[in-house]
């Protein structure tokens, strides 16, 4: 491939490993591939081989200066100043999932959202397993995956099936770029801590449709107006799908009404490439979930624990709460992401499923505090600073064949690395209560 031999003897920056993985398996095959590279990152850094060079501590100019291209995390915004710099100095700054659909755009399909990508993604993954056996690889943001270390992959393969969020498909627009067929879930606030308003999280998210060309496909859920936005800018055929087009003697093992619109994109997938209906029905009756998606992770004392540390957002947490049966204490709050709250706060006090409520952190998440004391004042069980605290504060008010459900609603940088440090604390939170 092209990029393999772009980057031999080429000085390459790695311009923030980040949280997850990613950046680190990216800076380790730029060296397998004859690049120099050069790491930086504000954070102290796990150790890397010594034939990479690493700066902890900062971004600097004079990395820029050093650089022939720069490989930035998705994380890191597009207005940071040493990208500034570089982009004046005409350097080239690429993120490495956008460099691996340019390399293979024939071959990708791309799933994004605001919520329901992660599980569209491992439902599509599913299905082409089952219909090309060992000839599909999936990438993106996934923990753990790297852009270019899945460009020693796909050679022989018949898909790539992308998971991409607003920050990854930022750097799309760099390289007009956009994927072979792309499935847009809906498109809800988020992130408005990082951007300015909607409309510019829009932006960012309407890559994944913008460029396509002839012969490409946009498969979009009819019911969310935000995803239809996006899928009238595609040039290209546009798909639209609904859970209104589910067989109606399908079985579903998911949870909720959001995963019926999710199975329905999968449907649709299954439809356009001329696969069974078959094998998106044994999927549908046997797929259980993702890990910190809606899980229930133990039960203890006739009280079962569900796990739903991914919901990041108020429309998120309203989604959980309207898929469970029954009656449960949710453990709720972190930090803000200037998002919509209203109403989240009317459903924790109006909804007879949520008896009681656990505030965990939230400190700073004034407007948050405010708006549920006034809304929920009966229903708070009281405020945790920790996970252990939360969790052994629920369960000791629960009630037999109640549940205890994480579903916090924002972000959890006050008290953890991120959402699932924040979902292990919890498990791990759940076996100490037998200690």
């Known amino acids: 491939m092209s990029f393999q031999r772009d980057v ?4 390459v920056l790695v311009f923030g490993l980040g949280l997850q993985g990613g950046g680190l398996g990216d800076a380790l095959w730029l060296s397998k591939h004859g690049a120099k590279v050069r790491v930086t990152d504000p954070k102290n850094l796990a150790s890397l081989p010594i034939e990479i060079e690493v700066v902890e501590g900062s971004h600097r100019d004079i990395d820029i200066d050093w650089a022939d291209m720069i490989i930035k995390n998705p994380a890191v915004p597009p207005n ?6 570089a982009r004046q100095k005409n350097k080239p700054v690429l993120t490495s999932i956008a460099v691996l659909v340019k ?4 071959k990708t399909i791309a799933i994004t959202g605001t919520r329901g990508k992660s599980t569209v993604t491992a439902l599509v993954f599913e299905l082409l397993q089952s219909a090309y056996p060992g000839r599909v690889v999936q990438g993106g943001n996934i923990p753990g995956t790297s ?7 796909v050679i022989d393969i018949d898909y790539a099936v992308l998971e991409l969020s607003s920050f990854q498909l930022e750097g799309f627009h760099e390289l007009n770029l956009s994927p072979h067929i792309a499935i847009v879930t809906n498109i809800y606030p988020d992130h408005l801590n990082r951007y300015p308003d909607m409309s510019s999280y829009i932006a960012d998210k309407s890559s994944i449709t913008k460029y396509q060309k002839e012969g490409d496909y946009a498969l979009v859920n009819k019911g969310n107006e935000g995803a239809k ?7 290209a055929n546009l798909l639209y799908y609904s859970e209104d087009d589910l067989p109606p003697d399908l079985e579903v093992k998911l949870i909720g009404e959001h995963n019926r619109e999710n199975l329905a994109a999968v449907f649709a997938l299954a439809k356009h490439l001329g696969i069974s209906s078959d094998l998106v029905r044994n999927i549908a009756r046997t797929f259980t979930g993702l890990p910190y ?13 569900v796990n739903d540390t991914t919901s990041t957002t108020p429309i998120a947490t309203i989604k959980a709460i309207n898929a469970l049966e029954g009656s449960f204490i949710i453990i709720v709050g972190g930090e803000s992401k200037n998002l919509p709250i209203d109403d989240m706060i009317e459903l924790l006090a109006n909804s007879p499923k949520v008896r009681k409520i656990v505030i965990l952190g939230s400190d700073n998440n004034t407007e948050f505090l405010s708006a549920i004391n006034r809304a929920c004042s009966k229903k708070i069980l009281g405020y945790a600073n920790s996970m252990p605290q939360a969790v052994k504060l629920a369960f000791t008010n629960a009630r037999a064949q109640e549940q205890i459900l994480l579903s916090p ?10 959402e699932f440090d924040r979902g292990d604390q919890f498990n791990e939170s759940i076996k100490k209560l037998n200690t």
């Open 229 to 235: 936005k996006l899928g009238k800018l595609t040039p």
């Open 103 to 106: 390399e293979i755009r024939q």
């Open 293 to 305: 998606r809606l899980e229930t992770v133990a039960r203890l004392q006739d009280v079962a624990f």
């Open 80 to 85: 940071q100043p040493q990208l500034l710099y």
């Open 409 to 418: 609603g924002f972000a959890s940088f006050d008290l953890f690395k991120n």
């Open 147 to 153: 852009g270019l270390a899945l460009l020693d992959q």
């Open 8 to 11: 031999k003897d080429k000085k």
